[in-house]
């Protein structure tokens, strides 16, 4: 009876720190969850120190191609069309003339505002791909910035589905505006080619380098004008499951998108 009592009492004891062994594990895994959350917490809170300024500065950018090229544009045409003298001693050819540069007025201006929607979200990116959107804005970008640009980008490359293609879009146009805005380069590489199962967009210049510590912020909480854009193309690639490898010397800065890829087939 005893020793019935005595297993009896074994038996309670293992029970009682099992339960205790299950109680400190599932605290264990609560408290695991609790840090997940409030990591994600300030995650999302950084994002969003990072977007507020990054927005701002791209409206002010927007603002600045309207006004100096639309905004000339229009004021040059409504100066042409309250110059216009409708007096019978006027001659035809005068006429003709001062109507043909208004209607070229009117046409830069229409221009200018399809640039600039255009590289807000151009219709080829949606329509054909990264591989007729690329050559596209590095056409209008050389012209706009007197840099040279050059492409390397495989005959076959496929189409890939629209969030990739729409975040590798966008890191090229934040990195050629480095390039233009702070280089000093005078000409850039873009590369944008898949290894194994991974789409690899490369931009290359020969300016001065991004500084080691703006490198260094740019993991960070750094909110300075190119700071934010390094931010913005890293939170991009990470939502999509890749990477952003910046490489910068004092012969030039090469920053690698990289990104998973899904098939052709899926993406049509």
Request: charged fraction near 30%.
């Amino acid at each position: 009876m005893a020793a019935k009592h005595h297993s009896g009492s074994r038996a309670d004891s293992r029970a009682l720190h099992q339960a205790k062994a299950d109680l400190a594990k599932e605290i264990r895994k609560r408290h695991a969850s609790e840090r997940e959350l409030a990591d994600s917490q300030r995650s999302l809170r950084e994002v969003s120190l990072t977007l507020l300024p990054a927005q701002d500065e791209e409206r002010r950018r927007i603002g600045r191609e309207l006004h100096d090229t639309v905004g000339q544009f229009l004021a040059m045409l409504k100066m042409h069309l309250e110059s216009i003298d409708l007096s019978p001693h006027r001659s035809a050819s005068q006429m003709a003339a001062q109507v043909a540069e208004c209607a070229r007025l009117a046409d830069e201006s229409l221009r200018e505002v399809r640039t600039v929607s255009h590289l807000m979200y151009p219709p080829t990116l949606e329509d054909l791909g990264l591989k007729s959107a690329i050559p596209w804005y590095l056409d209008g970008f050389s012209r706009r910035s007197d840099i040279r640009t050059t492409l390397e980008i495989e005959a076959d490359f496929p189409r890939l589905v629209n969030d990739i293609e729409v975040a590798l879009f966008r890191v090229l146009q934040e990195c050629l505006n480095n390039v233009h805005r702070h280089s000093g380069s005078d000409r850039a590489l873009v590369r944008l080619y898949i290894r194994r199962g991974r789409v690899n967009l490369e931009i290359r210049d020969s300016g001065k380098g991004i500084p080691a510590e703006l490198l260094e912020e740019s993991c960070k909480d750094w909110l300075g004008a190119q700071g934010v854009g390094l931010r913005g193309m890293r939170e991009r690639m990470r939502q999509l499951g890749g990477d952003l490898r910046i490489a910068s010397d004092q012969y030039g800065t090469q920053i690698r998108a990289i990104a998973p890829i899904e098939s052709a087939a899926a993406a049509s």
